[in-house]
Structures are given as structure tokens and as C-alpha cells.
């Protein structure tokens, strides 16, 4: 980090930091944080604030963007990238806030050549280079430890989108093995694939399977919300995702459990 850099982060921080009463108030609404030592709380406080005044925050669709929302929003942000570096949300500068889940037009052409329309109900949305969108109504339910985190999930695609579109495959740490990477994600992502195709009642969503990009965004999502889950069914997996986020939830909620 050079001295304008540190300079700049310096300045954000004493203007526009996050007060100590609503850092406390967003990370009260969100049990994934629990667990966090002092540190680490003010690391993500700081990452937030910096977050905050880096990206536009917009409204769509008659929403209101409350002060609140956008501080659940950051602390949610960060925690992914809170032992990454803090620029891994380059390259991009808006959110766009619909207060309930929002109607996409899209049109596909297929092999043949025949358009396809269709209209999805999305709960959030990420394109690569541009903004991410969201419904504050899932904002408002996500973090909860429950295993559904609609915030950690976009923003899981926009690191996915750092290497170029997203498939799954995001760009690794040094030290990393790419060919490991592979091998474990793709053998549980057919594992996941021939199961819910057999009818089976996954404890980790279907749509994982929708293709490797949701697999790595849904599997963001249950590493950060019910970990133990994740380590029980795809332990190769969790120690993937243990390496790329440089982060161990089970460690730290059993601290939590224990303190």
C-alpha cells in the first residue's frame, strides 16, 4: 500500500467511518458474525466504512435505502474479503436496491437459432463489470445462520467475476492448487447433481446445481451460514473454501460457543 493509498484510507476512516453504535446494531442483526474477536471487529468495521463511501448505493423500484441496510449490506460484503485484500471489489461501483424481489426480462437464443423470452423473480443479481443487484427484503433475511444469504451469495460472484465471467473457478491464492480446486469441485458438484436428479431432499439448495458459478456462490453461502453442514457433507470443500476465503467458521463459532 503506498502513502497516497494509506493517506486516502486514512481520511475515509476519520469522515466517514461507521459510529461504534451502528456497527454494533448491524452486527447484532447478523449471527454469522458471531465469533469475531475485537480485531476482527474492527477490521470489518473499517472495511465497511471504506465499502460505504466506494460504491453507490441506488434505488430501484420505489425502495428506500436506509443507512441500516446499506451498513448489512457492507458487513456482509466484507466478511468474505475480510482476510483478502481490500480492492477485491474492484473494477465496479453500484448496488442497486429493489425493496422485494424484482421481475429480469431475459432472451436466450438457442442452438437452433430459436429466441427464447423469459422472465425470472430474482432475489439478487451480479454482472460482470457492472452493478449488483439486490431486494432489500433478502437482504433483511440473510446472515440469520440459517443457511440462505442472498448478500454473501452476489458478492461471492463478483469474486468468481475477478478472473473474467463466473464459473466457479475464481482466482486463486499463491500456494493454492488450481488442479486440486478442480477435482474437488467438480466431484461435488456431480455428486450434488445425481442426487437432487434422484429425487433427494439435499440439506444444501438444488440450485447449486444450476452450474458450477451458483455451485461456488451457494456453497459461499453455506460455508459462512452453517458450516458444520458443509464440512459434514463436502469436507473437501470446506477446506477449499477455508483456504480461498482465509477464514474457519467452524473454529470460530466454537470458540463463540465456548466463550
Known amino acids: 500500500m503506498n502513502w497516497f493509498t494509506r493517506w486516502r484510507r486514512a481520511r475515509i ?4 467511518a461507521i459510529s461504534p ?3 454494533d446494531a448491524a452486527a447484532a442483526a447478523l449471527p454469522i458474525l458471531q465469533g469475531l474477536d475485537a480485531a476482527e471487529r474492527t477490521r470489518l468495521c473499517e472495511a465497511a466504512s471504506l465499502f460505504i463511501h466506494d460504491k453507490t448505493f441506488s434505488a430501484a423500484g ?3 435505502v436506509e443507512p441500516a441496510t446499506r451498513h448489512l449490506i457492507a458487513l456482509q460484503a466484507c466478511l468474505l474479503t475480510l482476510n483478502l485484500s481490500e480492492d477485491s471489489y474492484r ?3 453500484e448496488i442497486i436496491l429493489y425493496p422485494e424481489e424484482f421481475l429480469r426480462q431475459r432472451v436466450e437464443t438457442d442452438e ?3 429466441v427464447h423470452h423469459s422472465r425470472d423473480i430474482l432475489a439478487g443479481e451480479s454482472w460482470h463489470g457492472g452493478p449488483l ?3 432489500i427484503a433478502d437482504v433483511a433475511a440473510s446472515g440469520l445462520a440459517d443457511g440462505f444469504n442472498v448478500v454473501l451469495h452476489e458478492f461471492a460472484h463478483k469474486l468468481d467475476m475477478l478472473n473474467g465471467d463466473a464459473n466457479g473457478f475464481p482466482p486463486l491464492h499463491r500456494g493454492m492448487d488450481a488442479a486440486s480446486w478442480a477435482r474437488d469441485f467438480t466431484m461435488a458438484y456431480e455428486d450434488l447433481c445425481a442426487r437432487v436428479d434422484a429425487g433427494e431432499d439435499t440439506v444444501i439448495d438444488p440450485y447449486a446445481t444450476t452450474d458450477p458459478a451458483e455451485f461456488f456462490a451457494v456453497l459461499t453461502e453455506v460455508f ?4 458444520h453442514l458443509l464440512h459434514a457433507e463436502y469436507p473437501a470443500i470446506y477446506r477449499q473454501l477455508q483456504q480461498f476465503y482465509r477464514q474457519h467458521p467452524l473454529v470460530r463459532l466454537a470458540a463463540h460457543a465456548h466463550a
Open 13 to 16: 476512516l476519520e469522515r466517514h
Open 21 to 23: 453504535d451502528d456497527f
Open 62 to 64: 420505489g425502495a428506500e
Open 91 to 93: 473494477g465496479w461501483s
Open 112 to 114: 437452433a437459432g430459436v
Open 133 to 135: 443487484v439486490l431486494s
Open 224 to 227: 459462512f451460514e452453517t458450516p
